[in-house]
């Protein structure tokens, strides 16, 4: 393991709590009820993509199937407090016959704003993307939407409020969507549309593993990944759901570049939305508001000219520096988290994001060493390289020998892939994240595997838990868009077995620990021959409307901060914003002054210095950090704590967000 000594601070020691009164083993019993928390939430996306299958009490009886496309934002209510409408875009931006190509519904949801468009406190939307590629939006802002609209809506930070003009309060709209081909919208991507076929297919696919090291193993891993790409590219026979345009493949339609031309046509149609808006609020009011003229101007469709307000995560961040370079002149305000090396993702290299994620395995055992054993049940007395030593002896022993367990009377066995899947996906969000691994590893040490046996079970529903009218599988959205974005010349090194192995070779360079779980990521690009009819492949930077902001932890297991760096540079008058914490995004450790400077930004378009430090609000293991000195800050500090803890909620064995 690399021992690199992480960048993260903590003010204060461990605050008591009831937690910390808790003994090791009875850590054990949380664990293993927070990994069965994880079964619903998990299922929701992995086996039922499409949000109309949510329970009746969640939909509240909307289905998307019910509103009609529009080439207008024509909103319908939807899930209780939300704004849902269906885009009508063309498939091919590019063809030159008008009407000729077919169409693609977006899906979007709106939070929408406290305040109506004719009030002056009204700042516009905001688009949000969670990363992926092929990330749910609906989901995003169904399940994070509440803390997020706390977060951005302001008023301005002062010592003293009764200077401060009503107007200077701005609030929003929270927009996002499902992008081409991933789940609510349609036509839908998929490569195994029948359920029972895709869930036997990843139930093959943990019985094997990804211990590459084992020749049969690394063999057997390297044709599934060729095969399940070749399927995902196959619009003929059972995978006709791909066939559009006469018989093109949906892949040619689904790239970045066109997702950029679809968020285009969003702000464009809020702009007219929000015309037609205002006019009719001025139309009923029965008091003629005296600044009609202010208004309308205030609220015009600026045709042609609409800019974009934007805040993506992960690869929402390559999505956002796409846009920033294609539209420069179009950025009023964007925040970009968890930072793609554009350049690395557009060549389909994949061989900048392992760079500090055993950094935090080591900054793990650093935590539960100063936690103490009743807050981290993996503690040792003797230091932080006793327990990465532990940690290491329980890798190798799973690895020769499987373990046996148990979880509601079914039989398993826990395996060395299992292990490092469920210590990637908590290193995602080490928050929430150390003390469950800490526990999972307590148990291994004793040969015990309840916890893992439980989360193993709930990436493999039964048959009697799919969806009965499931009419399509989205999942293979993901393995569309990042190899038909990709350089097609670029695969050489996975185009066989001796290439991927030199691939795999240079991945164990950054992570000996990790590294096989990576390689996964792009192997079905091997198999997907489908190229995108538009793609973008750089150059990435200009000089946009506004500067943007990119944040980033001290340390992230998938996008590590010098590709936030890197960003700086392509885009002059950007700042980095770093939050000396652990995770994948800075969103999952938060800092509330690091917060606090994201919605000024967004309230007042100041720009805050370039290369800022934050500490983080909380740490791992209950580390304090930050002091909340008001009432404001303190619902700042619970809006991102909230929101650290849907992003991992909706970790799910790290199979679908890079």
């Known amino acids: 393991m690399t021992e ?25 019993i949380i664990a293993f009820v927070t990994v069965i928390s994880l079964q619903w939430l998990w299922q ?7 949000l109309t299958d949510l329970p009746h009490d969640v939909k509240k009886g909307f289905r998307w199937e019910d509103i009609t496309p529009s080439t207008s934002l024509e909103y319908h209510a939807c899930f209780t407090d939300f704004q849902c409408a269906r885009l009508e875009v063309p498939l ?15 899906a979007i949801i709106k939070r929408p704003a406290k305040v109506e468009v004719t009030d002056p406190r009204y700042a516009g939307v905001i688009l949000l993307n969670p990363g992926g590629p092929g990330g749910s939006g609906v989901s995003l802002l169904l399940t994070s939407g509440s803390y997020l609209q706390v977060l951005l809506d302001s008023a301005p930070q002062s010592s003293d409020h009764q200077d401060i003009e009503a107007e200077d309060e701005k609030y929003f709209d929270l927009l996002s969507w499902d992008p081409r081909g991933v789940n609510n919208t349609t036509p839908g991507h ?11 297919w990843q139930s093959q696919n943990m019985a094997i593993g990804f211990s590459l090291e084992d020749e049969d193993v690394f063999r057997n891993v390297y044709s599934r990944g060729r095969l399940l790409g070749q399927t995902c590219a196959n619009a003929d026979g059972a995978n006709a759901i791909n066939r559009v345009n006469g018989g093109e493949h949906l892949g040619q339609y689904m790239s970045t570049a066109n997702v950029v031309r679809d968020m285009v046509e969003i702000i464009e149609r809020h702009g007219e939305w929000r015309e037609n808006k205002a006019k009719a609020l001025i139309s009923r009011s029965c008091n003629r ?64 994001n392992l760079l500090d994620i055993d950094s935090i395995t080591t900054a793990f055992a650093a935590a539960c ?10 503690h040792d007395v003797r230091g932080p390289p006793a327990i990465l030593s532990t940690l290491s002896a329980v890798l190798s022993d799973v690895r020769t020998n499987p373990l046996p367990a148990f979880h509601a009377n079914i039989p398993t066995t826990i395996t060395h892939s299992d292990v490092i899947l469920f210590l990637f996906s908590l290193w995602y969000t080490p928050l929430y994240g150390f003390p469950l691994a800490a526990s999972a590893i307590h148990q291994l040490t004793t040969r015990n595997g309840t916890a893992l046996a439980a989360l193993k079970a709930s990436f493999t529903p039964g048959i009697c838990d799919l969806p009965a009218a499931r009419e399509r599988d989205t999942s293979g959205a993901q393995i569309a868009i990042l190899c038909s974005d990709g350089d097609g010349h670029a695969r050489g090194d996975i185009s066989s077995q001796a290439a991927f192995h030199t691939y795999v070779t240079a991945l164990r360079a950054q992570s000996p620990m990790f590294h096989e779980r990576w390689a996964q990521v792009r192997l079905p690009c091997a198999g997907f021959d489908v190229r995108a009819k538009w793609r973008f492949d750089g150059p990435y930077g200009a000089r946009t409307a506004h500067p943007i902001v990119f944040t980033s932890q001290s340390l992230d297991p998938v996008t590590p901060l010098p590709n936030a760096v890197q960003g700086t540079r392509l885009f002059p008058g950007s700042v980095l914003l770093e939050t000396r914490g652990l995770g994948h995004c800075a969103v999952s450790m938060p800092s509330v002054e690091g917060l606090l400077a994201v919605r000024e930004y967004f309230r007042s378009g100041v720009v805050p210095l370039n290369g800022t430090r934050y500490e983080v609000f909380e740490g791992p293991f209950g580390e304090r950090g930050e002091v909340v000195r008001t009432e404001a800050e303190r619902r700042v500090a619970d809006a991102g704590v909230g929101l650290a803890r849907t992003f991992f909620e909706e970790v799910r064995g790290g199979l679908w967000r890079f």
Request: hydrophobic share 40%; glycine share 8%; aromatic share 10%.
């Open 289 to 352: 508001p005296k600044d009609v003229g202010a208004i309308l101007e205030r609220t015009a469709w600026q045709k042609g000219e609409e800019q974009l307000q934007y805040w993506g995560f992960s690869y929402g961040t390559l999505l956002g520096q796409t846009f920033a370079s294609m539209q420069p002149h179009r950025v009023r305000r964007m925040v970009l988290d968890g930072v793609v090396d554009g350049a690395d993702y557009a060549a389909n290299g994949w061989l900048k």
């Open 92 to 106: 091919d931006w590019n063809e030159t016959v008008a009407g000729e190509s077919d169409k693609v519904a977006i």
């Open 190 to 200: 998929g490569c195994i549309p029948d359920p029972v076929a895709q869930r036997n």
């Open 369 to 378: 060493f100063r936690a103490g054993p009743i807050l981290c049940a993996a």
């Open 4 to 28: 690199k000594e992480p960048s993260v601070v903590y003010k204060n020691k461990p605050r008591p709590s009831l937690y910390a009164q808790r003994k090791p083993a009875v850590l054990i």
């Open 44 to 50: 929701l996306q992995q086996h039922t993509e499409v």
